[in-house]
């Protein structure tokens, strides 16, 4: 599949790291897997692993973490 950002480099799988902010929390997931691209190396998620990201992240957020580090589980 060709990449959607470039348009010139193709999707290959592989794993990423994810960080996001949440008001004054930040959530880091590691080894998160997803399409990567080999020229620019944007990630792509699906969107069952994109609506777990968003689970862990709210769930750090709830129990009042400042920062967060995880490794990401399927």
Same mark, same amino acid.
């Given at each position: 599949?060709? @990449?959607? /950002? @470039?348009?010139?480099? #193709? /999707?290959?799988?592989?794993?990423?790291? /994810?960080? /996001?902010?949440?008001?004054? $929390?930040?959530?880091?997931? %590691? !080894?998160?897997? &997803? !399409?990567? @691209?080999?020229? @620019? #190396?944007? +990630?792509?998620? $699906? #969107?069952?692993?994109?609506? %777990?990201? +968003?689970?862990?992240?709210?769930? &750090?957020?709830? $129990? !009042? &973490? #400042?920062?967060?580090?995880?490794?990401?589980? &399927?």
């Amino acid at each position: 599949m060709t @990449c959607p /950002i @470039c348009k010139h480099g #193709e /999707i290959a799988p592989g794993h990423t790291t /994810i960080a /996001i902010q949440r008001g004054e $929390s930040t959530i880091i997931l %590691k !080894g998160v897997p &997803a !399409g990567i @691209c080999d020229n @620019c #190396e944007e +990630y792509h998620l $699906s #969107e069952d692993v994109a609506l %777990k990201v +968003y689970a862990v992240a709210d769930l &750090a957020v709830r $129990s !009042g &973490a #400042e920062v967060e580090i995880l490794r990401f589980a &399927a």
